[in-house]
């Protein structure tokens, strides 16, 4: 069965410095996602990306964040500067047609900012 | 703000029993309901998709939507100790951004 895949599944970096995740979507999907999860707290909506550009992103999503899609399969997140309390787990998402409701989620990338 | 509210639990319940999970949104404008299933350290996993008014039914899972209410509640039947996990609760509107509640933690006790 296709999947999301995420990497990496774990990543330690010093505060300051910037991050990449990295996503590759289910292949015939349109739609992507950036979602993270602080541990013990709620799944936050950070971002979608439909066309090759932003389609919605949340109050979280400053200006230190950005996502592109460099070779049209890769889906990334940058995290600029981080920060300690930017340390969570990310989560890739992808959907399969704009109608489409169903979001299909990547296994997790933790990031641990010290 | 569109906010999605869950009872955070924990919620538990005998094996055997029927765990009765409930979730509220604010945004009227919301189209299309789920729920996902969250272990620990792992991604969510979908369980249930629900469009309309009313029940929907899949296995031992029952997912009802009152839009008037701005209610949805999932049932599980013949509850199992494989059950336990935390159930979100996610909305999303017309523009595609799923939110997501805080989650309950369900524990199904053998």
Redesign the interface.
């Known amino acids: 069965e296709p999947e999301v895949t995420q990497t990496p599944s774990h990543q330690v970096t010093q505060m300051g410095q910037e991050v990449i995740l990295r996503c590759v979507p289910i292949s015939n999907h349109l ?1 992507f ?1 950036w ?1 993270r999860q602080i541990l013990g ?5 950070l971002v ?1 990306f ?1 066309n090759n550009e932003i ?2 992103k ?1 109050e979280i999503f400053d200006d230190q964040f950005s996502v592109e899609r460099p070779d049209g399969s890769n889906f990334t997140l940058k995290i600029r500067s981080t920060k300690l309390e930017d340390s969570a ?1 990310y ?1 890739c998402a992808s ?1 399969p047609l ?1 109608s489409s ?8 990338s933790w990031l641990t900012v010290v | 703000q569109k906010e999605v509210e869950q009872n955070s639990g924990p919620l538990s319940v005998p094996e055997g029993a029927i765990a009765s999970l409930n979730c509220t949104y604010s945004d009227r404008g919301s189209q299309s309901f789920f729920w996902y299933r969250q272990y620990s350290g792992k991604s969510p996993e979908l369980i249930m998709s629900i469009y309309s008014n009313g029940d929907k039914e899949d296995g031992r899972f029952t997912a009802q939507l009152n839009k008037a209410s701005q209610y949805v509640s999932l049932l599980i039947r013949d509850s199992q100790p494989s059950d336990s996990a935390t159930y979100l609760c996610a909305v999303k509107g017309n523009n595609n951004d799923m939110r997501f509640g805080a989650g309950t933690r369900l524990t199904v006790k053998p």
Do not use: A, H, P, R
Request: no cysteine; glycine share 8%; charged share 20%.
């Open positions: 739609y996602y979602y707290q709620k799944v936050e909506f979608s439909y389609s919605e949340s787990m989560f959907t704009l409701d169903t979001i299909y989620f990547g296994e997790g």
